[in-house]
């Protein structure tokens, strides 16, 4: 059965520190460590691509797993920051780049905040009706392309990292159970790339997160005939501090099982569950993690993965 | 639904903010006892889940105490 195996992350050296910047604003730091959560933003040199961001982290995946770039059948990129203008997608330039075999199905999806979720489905099933063994799913979005520095409402909140899941077909380490997915494209016009500019409706997307994503977590437990107390973990897209612990209060959760993680990442996108994942993988205890992943349409997805029993 | 100042009051009590209620009056500007701009976009998210309406963006500012809140609500 087709699954997770490994998840390997880049995040740039270069950081921004978040308190000195919300003086500027007039903000000061207890609105940085309790509200935002993120004390540093990572932002990739401007010489740096989405292309280059996504190498670096499929090489720090395949060192990880020791698979060999010859074994990988497809490759998805999730982005809505391409190299360039889109065109050529930008998974085409990191086969080159990173000389990847010809034989690969690479192709980009446009997704935002979802995109994690979303695209371990395309893969997987791209995988099972293409009969391939391995495939990588890449997340690579960097905001720093169009965040405006004068813009309080994004400036502080936008981190630049990607991230590289290897999913095999055989030894997978966590079975891809139920999910369910979202959108309402009402809310396109509160999250938008206005001429290179990111324009956020805060309040908007506030109560979008706050109403949506605990429908969506209680109708994914129903499904699986699950309750709260089945799941060791939750793992929120983190969009931010407050929003994720508006989700523990709105879903009365235990803190302690859902992890935040991005005091030195900030909102990374469609890479921030994957940036928590990564370790979570690792870790026996964590049997049933619930991932959630919301933003950018409106559009919203979660899904149920289960660690292989041995 | 008719607003009752103390339906209003449990949800602001409920919401988690950073209102000192030692200074809370129904007249009370919630900005000035405590409240961010994410304390009020919680206190009005709550305020539309249990009144079943929806407050456009530009009333926002106008909606900075419990006797403002029901006013609005009341019509």
Redesign the interface.
Known sequence: MIGIKEIASYIPERVRDNIQLAAKFGKGSD?IRE?IGAIYLPIKEPEMNTSDMACRAIENLLNKSGVGKDEIGCLVLCTQNPDGRGLPHTAAIVQEKLELPRALAAFDISLGCSGYVYGINIVKGFMDSADLKIGVLVTSDPYSKIIDSKDPTTVMLFGDAASATLLVREDSILEIKKSLYGTDGRGSIHLINDGGRLHM????V??FA??TVPHLVENLLDEEKMEISDIDQFLFHQGSR?IVE?LI?RLKLDTKKVPLKMEKTGNTVSSSIPLILENSIQEPRVRNILIAGFGVGWSWGGMILTRKQK | MKADPEVIIRIIQEANTKIDFDSFNEEADLRDIGADSLDMMTIILEVQTKYDLEIPDEQIENLTSVSKICRYING
């Open positions: 609105f509200r409706n805060g309040r908007q506030f109560n706050a109403t407050y508006t209060r």
